[in-house]
């Protein structure tokens, strides 16, 4: 049996997808095929994960500008009539769309072409394309119950956000050894995404000598980003720049999470799968978008969390030595984001599509 899987535009919803792929695979016979943009985060992850992938025509739907939101509309036309070829071609049982605007054409092409179709819903709240492929999907599935008022009535179940495999086999003592951690010490790991995160990599920098002199960092700051923080690392002193530990990107995020004691990260969708099933404690710093807003306001009122504005980041340093020094509320963050797990939720989806394509 053969599956599409469609969505991106960031790595929040491009992961789900490898997750229910890793599970669906584990029956044989299975064949995938991923439709993406041609320049996105989940060509690489598709790739990555050996999943045949094929470009499809797609930009934001979702602008001020007039002009913008023209370009968009063609694009989905564009993208609609490439992916429904592709389709034809491919001759899939089923889609899985995990939101983002890269899922939009093909969603609407598997929807005229009688393609069964299952959309998945990372963040707590839909943004237009979950909502635009809500109305003629076969199911739609969501990561928490709060999300359930805002999907259609009789299709919507509740499954979780799915993490990869690596979430549930990676140990604290395997991160510690792969990232060549001092196991004595507590672990910070600030993470501003799959394109890192300046304001936030700027407050770091500036408060590098008063963290690392408490703790060991794991920096994920993104490849663009690494540069200028290397110049600051080689600043330090000898004793404290080993305790500085900077990478562009990584794949094991789930070893990262584990050997860490706190977390500095934006409020993405993955920050709902991949913290809880890690149970991270963290400070969560929303970008500029309303889902990593509410995201992060479903995570602090669950006590798993502490929300941060980006406009008051000159506070992020007094933030991070205060929960270090207060271990109790650390561990009572850590209990609630544990709480949140739902470690089943690709083995639940993968089942799911496969009830669909029957």
């Not at 025509?57 to 070829?85: H, K, M, N, Y």
């Not at 963040?123 to 635009?132: C, Q, S």
Request: glycine share 8%.
């Amino acid at each position: 049996m053969k599956f599409a899987l469609a969505g991106g535009g960031t790595g929040g919803h491009a992961y789900p997808a490898i997750a229910v792929a890793e599970r669906l695979r584990a029956v044989a016979g299975t064949e995938l095929v991923y439709y993406g943009t041609e320049r996105g985060p989940e060509r690489a992850v598709a790739e990555r994960a050996n999943i045949p992938y094929r470009a499809v025509p797609a930009s934001p739907v979702r602008s001020r500008s007039p002009i913008r939101l023209a370009t968009g509309l063609v694009q989905l036309w564009r993208g609609a009539r490439v992916a429904a070829r592709l389709l034809a071609e491919d001759r899939p049982a089923a889609v899985f769309a995990t939101g983002g605007y890269a899922a939009a054409p093909v969603g609407r092409a598997a929807q005229r072409a009688g393609i069964p179709l299952a959309v998945f819903l990372p963040d707590v709240h839909p943004g237009w394309a979950v909502r635009f492929l809500a109305r003629h999907a076969t199911t739609v599935a969501c990561s928490v119950d709060r999300s359930l008022p805002l999907l259609p009535t009789g299709r919507a179940v509740v499954t979780g956000y799915p993490v990869r495999s690596q979430f549930l086999d990676a140990t604290r003592e395997e991160g510690i050894a792969h990232f060549g951690l001092d196991p004595a010490l507590k672990t910070l790991l600030v993470v501003g995404g799959s394109l890192g995160a300046h304001q936030i990599n700027l407050a770091v920098a500036g408060a590098l000598r008063t963290l690392l002199e408490q703790a060991q960092i794991i920096h994920i700051s993104g490849v663009d980003e690494e540069h200028w923080l290397q110049r600051e690392r080689e600043r330090l002193p000898e004793w404290l720049r080993s305790r500085y530990h900077l990478h562009a990107y990584t794949e094991e995020m789930a070893f990262a999470m584990r050997a860490a004691d706190l977390a500095v990260t934006r409020a993405g969708a993955s920050t709902l799968g991949e913290l809880p099933i890690s149970g991270l404690p963290a400070i969560v710093i929303p970008g500029a978008f309303s889902d990593q807003q509410i995201n992060a306001d479903y995570l602090a009122r669950e006590g798993a969390a502490v929300t941060l504005p980006t406009i008051r980041l000159d506070e992020l340093e007094s933030l991070i030595v205060g929960l270090f020094d207060d271990r109790a509320r650390r561990q009572s963050m850590a209990i609630a984001m544990r709480r949140l797990a739902r470690p089943d939720a690709a083995g639940r989806l993968a089942d799911l599509l496969r009830e669909v394509a029957a």
